[in-house]
């Protein structure tokens, strides 16, 4: 069963059509990957779907349900999770207060079990606004796990991580994945390629090309318009 789909979801900004008529499917189990070039309309993509940015026209399917009237917060409720290209932590506040906020209870082996997910149990009680920027990155993710997720929705979360930092990030995915269904904005192209069971491509609001990563890496319409790679 598909856990999220669109249909012929748009926004538009003005005169500007950033989404424009999106069909989408996400099957339960799946990591995608959205890729595309900058102002592609990734983001208002995923703001839509998760309930943050109001559809101009179009529909979201969650679980079955048409989710498309339900503000971000009920989407929640439902399901799903987000992460946001900007870090969005308590920065003042411990690990593990943060973590407990996000879980709505402050059992230790609960709060415990978050950070096990994502590997920064030995840090708890540090100040999260102390933490190095991959760890802040690490933490963002904990609280989206937090509440279980049915869908997990990340937005660039490898962005400004070091190339070590960027492993220990594929990892997580890898643990994750075995619990949880997840929609990735990503530019970097060596995660999409070894993550993501399938990949969307948006150009300019629109759907370019949808499929396995093997597909989409050859695609001569997606090598011009995205990759940069010279086809004959
Ligand atoms: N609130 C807004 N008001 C006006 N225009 C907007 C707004 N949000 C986004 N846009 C425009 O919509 C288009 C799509 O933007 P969006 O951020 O969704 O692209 P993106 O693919 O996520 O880009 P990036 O990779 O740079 O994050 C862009 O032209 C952007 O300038």
Redesign the pocket.
Known sequence: MMLLETKKLSRR??G?T??DGVDFSLPEGQVHALI??????????V?MVSGRIRASEGEVWFDGKNVTPLPAHKRIRCGMAYTF?ITAIYARLTLFDNVALALGSRNEEEVQAVLERVGLTDRVDQIAGTLSYGHQRLLEIAMGVAQNPRLLILD?PTQGLAESEIEGFKKLIDRLKADTTILL?E?NMDVVMSLADAITV?ET?RVLASGAPEQIQTDPRVQDAYLGTVSC
């Open positions: 900004f003005g500007l950033a989404v595309g070039p900058n102002g592609a309309g990734k983001s208002t993509f703001g290209q660039e904005i530019h948006l609001g």
